[in-house]
């Protein structure tokens, strides 16, 4: 995330330096979520029969090769196919991780090894942007986090060990078609509340990542050092929340109380950015935004991986698709309503209260059925 965080800021003006217009801008930011859509199922599944390790190897080395590339590159081509296969890539590596953490962690454990990797994420995520920021060229921080990935290879491949118990994924895994995978995780599945939760949080947040530059230069003319501030308050916050609360709060009030807790807050921080009224209220209620939606992703990845009989990395995986297809979405709808001064913050609060309240009953029949099951285990 550190190397994700680098880049973020050059990767839309070196775009620009090779002659990239708005809209192939677009194209490169969508394809890398795209990417992540349809693969991360597919790297997860792999995880489950061929072991977390091998995973992560070929998504950090393959990362590390897309980063290099991207940076090399000299024309849009090849920064479409370079960032194409950074999503490919990158789809490997974080579903292989949380299904990891799951694998080495119990029940009780769970929700706080989420929160820490929820923190750890966190705090690359800030650091990067402010690092890709002072470099002086805009396709050097491509070169760092080429190299920052290719570092984090030889680091598991030296000293992480496999997680997955042996022989586990052949007996009881079995392979099948990345169609029916879909087809089993998305109708079928209990699950499919907790995907839906992960998409429409998602879906919110990244909609008001998308306006929130316009927003505040446009009411108030504050720019990146304004913004930058604001999200390192929210990430001084979240991140020892995350890292140090979390699992104890998920332990004592349980996953469903707070998603929903975070879907709510989520909502009423977005809802309240359309009263700030000056710096210290704008970067508050961005804070209570990002404190619900960043509560929500490793409560949610802790509460599917005790429930999914399909795998961790399956599942995992499934989430992560959901996430991706959030992250496509979002945006477009949110500088839809903001090109149509249609108050997109409002929107989206609404958006995710009505899921909120549509998905009420879904998770508390899961977490009726975990209860019941864990009755059954004790007796």
């Given at each position: 995330?550190?190397?994700?965080?680098?880049?973020?800021?050059?990767?839309?003006?070196?775009?620009?330096?090779?002659?990239?217009?708005?809209?192939?801008?677009?194209?490169?930011?969508?394809?890398?979520?795209?990417?992540?859509?349809?693969?991360?199922?597919?790297?997860?599944?792999?995880?489950?029969?061929?072991?977390?390790?091998?995973?992560?190897?070929?998504?950090?080395?393959?990362?590390?090769?897309?980063?290099?590339?991207?940076?090399?590159?000299?024309?849009?081509?090849?920064?479409?196919?370079?960032?194409?296969?950074?999503?490919?890539?990158?789809?490997?590596?974080?579903?292989?991780?949380?299904?990891?953490?799951?694998?080495?962690?119990?029940?009780?454990?769970?929700?706080?090894?989420?929160g820490l990797m929820g923190a750890a994420m966190g705090l690359g995520f800030i650091l990067g942007p402010a690092i890709g920021g002072i470099m002086g060229s805009h396709n050097m921080p491509f070169f760092v986090a080429g190299g920052l990935s290719l570092l984090t290879f030889l680091f598991a491949l030296i000293l992480l060990p496999e997680s997955?118990?042996?022989?586990?994924?052949?007996?009881?895994?079995?392979?099948?078609?990345?169609?029916?995978?879909?087809?089993?995780?998305?109708?079928?599945?209990?699950?499919?509340?907790?995907?839906?939760?992960?998409?429409?949080?998602?879906?919110?947040?990244?909609?008001?990542?998308?306006?929130?530059?316009?927003?505040?230069?446009?009411?108030?003319?504050?720019?990146?050092?304004?913004?930058?501030?604001?999200?390192?308050?929210?990430?001084?916050?979240v991140v020892p929340l995350q890292g140090g609360l979390l699992g104890r709060l998920i332990n004592k009030f349980g996953e469903r109380s707070i998603v929903l807790t975070g879907l709510l807050l989520n909502a009423l921080g977005m809802a309240l950015l359309l009263a700030a009224d000056s710096f210290a209220s704008l970067t508050l209620y961005l804070?209570?935004?990002?404190?619900?939606?960043?509560?929500?992703?490793?409560?949610?990845?802790?509460?599917?991986?005790?429930?999914?009989?399909?795998?961790?990395?399956?599942?995992?995986?499934?989430?992560?698709?959901?996430?991706?297809?959030?992250?496509?979405?979002?945006?477009?709808?949110?500088?839809?309503?903001?090109?149509?001064?249609?108050?997109?913050?409002?929107?989206?609060?609404?958006?995710?209260?009505?899921?909120?309240?549509?998905?009420?009953?879904?998770?508390?029949?899961?977490?009726?059925?975990?209860?019941?099951?864990?009755?059954?285990?004790?007796?």
């Amino acid at each position: 995330m550190l190397g994700f965080g680098i880049i973020i800021p050059n990767l839309a003006y070196y775009a620009q330096d090779i002659g990239a217009t708005e809209i192939e801008i677009a194209i490169l930011m969508s394809i890398y979520s795209g990417m992540q859509l349809l693969f991360a199922p597919i790297w997860g599944r792999l995880s489950d029969k061929h072991g977390r390790k091998p995973a992560i190897l070929l998504g950090l080395l393959g990362n590390a090769a897309a980063l290099i590339g991207f940076g090399l590159a000299k024309d849009y081509v090849w920064l479409f196919i370079a960032r194409s296969a950074a999503g490919i890539a990158s789809a490997a590596v974080l579903p292989s991780v949380m299904a990891y953490v799951a694998d080495i962690t119990t029940s009780e454990e769970r929700g706080r090894g989420m929160g820490l990797m929820g923190a750890a994420m966190g705090l690359g995520f800030i650091l990067g942007p402010a690092i890709g920021g002072i470099m002086g060229s805009h396709n050097m921080p491509f070169f760092v986090a080429g190299g920052l990935s290719l570092l984090t290879f030889l680091f598991a491949l030296i000293l992480l060990p496999e997680s997955l118990r042996k022989g586990l994924s052949e007996d009881r895994h079995e392979w099948i078609s990345p169609r029916e995978l879909w087809h089993q995780t998305t109708l079928k599945s209990p699950l499919s509340p907790l995907f839906l939760v992960a998409f429409f949080s998602t879906f919110s947040f990244a909609g008001l990542e998308m306006t929130f530059p316009l927003f505040i230069e446009d009411k108030w003319n504050y720019g990146n050092r304004e913004m930058g501030w604001m999200f390192m308050v929210m990430g001084a916050i979240v991140v020892p929340l995350q890292g140090g609360l979390l699992g104890r709060l998920i332990n004592k009030f349980g996953e469903r109380s707070i998603v929903l807790t975070g879907l709510l807050l989520n909502a009423l921080g977005m809802a309240l950015l359309l009263a700030a009224d000056s710096f210290a209220s704008l970067t508050l209620y961005l804070t209570i935004a990002g404190i619900g939606n960043q509560l929500i992703r490793p409560t949610n990845t802790s509460w599917i991986s005790k429930q999914t009989q399909i795998g961790q990395g399956t599942a995992i995986g499934i989430m992560d698709a959901f996430l991706s297809l959030g992250r496509i979405l979002g945006p477009l709808l949110g500088g839809w309503l903001y090109a149509k001064e249609a108050y997109p913050y409002a929107v989206l609060a609404g958006i995710l209260v009505i899921a909120t309240l549509c998905l009420y009953i879904p998770l508390r029949r899961i977490r009726d059925e975990v209860v019941s099951i864990s009755q059954q285990a004790k007796s």
